[in-house]
């Protein structure tokens, strides 16, 4: 059974912006029931955009992968063109551009359900060296899971194991672990706790494609044929079918 094209991107659109949803929602309501502390309120983003990070994926997975990154999306078309797997080029610009509006839309309804003005532009400034070295750690870091997941056939575990993965690079990395441009784009659109300034967005984009790259390189060198298995990203061919009936 094919799934329409339509469907693919509705699915991509509706869980990033629901993704971007919990990141600026949470964050929003972190910094209203604990505004004297900030470890807790990142400790209450972070769980959050985890399990809501995790859900999702099992919401969609079965439709589009549940990609909502243009960087797994990119790379699962980069690593799949030579087998004839993953996304091909039209697909990416489908996805990427789904992804993106539907970040943006996702920070719209953050706002609105906080009854704050629909788009807020952040002054969150976080243009720095040591920051775009957490991104490039963030992303290369997902990639590789997200990609030894699949190659290794464990991919039904990606849910649970990219949110931890997520939670946890909260914590680990300075810039709190974005790891998707599409994102980033998003929470500039909101001047909460999750916020990023506009002006601090090509910065960590930039850091994103780099981490994209580096992943890349991670996975040629420790999964060769990592390609073979595009297809599987985030969840497997034969689980999707089975979802949809055919």
């Not at 971007?20 to 470890?39: F, K, R």
């Not at 490039?136 to 590789?144: D, E, M, S």
């Amino acid at each position: 059974m094919t799934i329409a094209p339509w469907r693919r991107l509705l699915a991509e659109f509706t869980g990033t912006a629901l993704l971007v949803t919990a990141v600026v929602g949470s964050g929003i309501m972190a910094a209203t029931l604990s505004p004297d502390d900030v470890g807790l309120q990142l400790l209450e983003n972070s769980i959050a955009t985890a399990l809501a990070l995790g859900a999702l994926i099992l919401i969609f997975g079965p439709v589009s992968g549940a990609h909502f990154n243009p960087v797994v999306s990119a790379a699962d078309w980069f690593l799949g063109r030579r087998a004839g797997t993953g996304l091909t080029g039209r697909d990416l610009g489908g996805y990427v551009t789904a992804q993106v509006a539907g970040a943006i839309g996702g920070s719209v309804l953050a706002n609105l359900m906080f009854d704050l003005a629909a788009v807020d532009f952040s002054g969150k400034g976080r243009a720095a060296g040591h920051l775009w070295l957490g991104e490039v750690v963030a992303t290369a870091g997902l990639i590789l899971l997200i990609f030894a997941l699949a190659r290794s056939g464990r991919a039904p575990v990606a849910p649970a194991a990219v949110g931890a993965y997520i939670g946890a690079a909260y914590w680990f990395t300075s810039s709190t672990s974005f790891a998707n441009p599409a994102v980033t784009i998003g929470r500039a659109f909101t001047d909460t706790f999750a916020g990023i300034a506009p002006a601090s967005v090509p910065g960590f984009v930039v850091a994103q494609l780099v981490g994209l790259a580096v992943g890349i390189g991670l996975l040629a060198a420790l999964y060769p044929d990592a390609g073979r298995a595009a297809d599987q990203v985030v969840v497997p061919t034969d689980e999707r079918d089975r979802a949809l009936g055919a």
